[in-house]
């Protein structure tokens, strides 16, 4: 896995523009994983493919992530800011990817694996949530579940969530007015994809700037170190 260009990343934005979430984060591994086939990517766990989204916007942004959060009692808008290292750090030695995992349940054996990328792919045309979790549930059961009692699907899940702890990151959150707290669930791939695109449209409106004032070509402005770009983009302002 390596870092990617300003040229690379722009490129990944202009394909994953008007695709289903899932795809981007394919688009952005298959981009940085050039020694993994797209194959390998879809068959990583959530949290595996999590984990190197991570990795992947702490070289490219850094390794604090700011964002913001409306209060889930007064909607007071509160200030995030975060650490990518820290979030790895819930990360644990998972299996190979796609290996069938197994849990005993009153003494009976529920064999599963961990939900991927194709999972998500498969269910997300339909609407109804409860529906659609049920569907990625059952696709990643081994077990025949017909029949099986909550308690016993129940104790899966948990062990899904467990052994592949940033498939679902969850902030424990505090309104700083209010002083009310509760837990929001963190989706790295559409925090790093705001990002993206944000950067992506100041990057262009850049471009614009400079190919008018210069007539630079595209590639040539790209090709600069950022601080140049920078200097020049004050110059024409100046």
Known sequence: MRALTAIELLGVWEQGTGQLPVRRGLLLLAAACPESS??????????????????????????QLTGIVDCARCGQWNELTLNAGDLRAADVDLPPSGGDLEVSVEERPIWFRLPNSNDLLAVADIADTDARHDRLFARCLRTPHEGLPPQVLEKVEEEMARIDPLADIRLALTCAACRHTWQAPFDILLFFWQEIHAWARDLLRDIHTLALAYGWSEADILSMNPARRQLYLEMTTG
């Open 38 to 63: 797209m194959d390998q990517l879809c068959h990583l766990s959530i949290g595996q493919r999590d984990k190197r989204l991570l990795t992947l916007r702490e070289w490219t942004f850094g390794p």
